[in-house]
């Protein structure tokens, strides 16, 4: 009993102190830049969280962007070409009939758009899951079988084969073994 009573204040406890550490990272992507490019960039984290998107991907660009010297606009673009792509990628989930959207297959959707995937590519192979099923490892294969050389379009077709098929989690993560 006394243990439950210790798990049920440190549970809610736990998730409070996540959230401030989230919303440093965000202040710490934002510091040192000037009033107005930190406005616009508040403004794009905002309407990613209205819109129920993971913000975390455009903070990360933004601090990548940061690190690399990038410049105050080239940073702001930065951050509104993410928040699209992650917009593009909960639309094609939403359209491809996901009723609950999970921000890391949103996030991981964004990454395939990046790569070059276009959405009506992106739909198919979500589509070609069944809505109960996690996109998450099929997603990450894609994205490692695009850093490995395979076009976008040869790695949709081979995970989306195997998607089709009905295959396990690791069916689909030995195409990576195949493309090394």
Not at 116 to 127: F, H, N
Request: glycine share 6%; charged share 25%.
């Amino acid at each position: 009993m006394r243990f439950a009573l210790l798990l049920a204040a440190a549970v809610p406890a736990l998730a409070v102190s996540a959230r401030p550490a989230r919303a440093q990272a965000t202040d710490a992507a934002l510091e040192k830049l000037s009033p107005d490019r930190r406005a616009e960039l508040e403004r794009v984290l905002t309407e990613a969280r209205k819109a129920n998107l993971p913000t975390e991907p455009i903070a990360e660009r933004i601090a990548a962007s940061r690190s690399k010297g990038m410049p105050e606009a080239e940073i702001v673009a930065a951050a509104i070409e993410v928040k699209g792509r992650l917009a593009t990628s909960a639309r094609a989930l939403g359209d491809a009939g996901r009723s609950r959207l999970d921000p890391h297959e949103i996030t991981l959707g964004a990454l395939i758009l990046e790569r070059g995937a276009t959405y009506p590519q992106l739909e198919s192979v979500i589509r070609t899951a069944p809505a109960s099923r996690s996109l998450v490892v099929p997603f990450e294969v894609l994205i490692k079988l695009t850093e490995r050389g395979r076009s976008v379009g040869s790695a949709l077709a081979q995970v989306s084969g195997k998607l089709v098929a009905r295959a396990s989690d690791g069916e689909i993560t030995a195409l990576l073994s195949k493309a090394s």
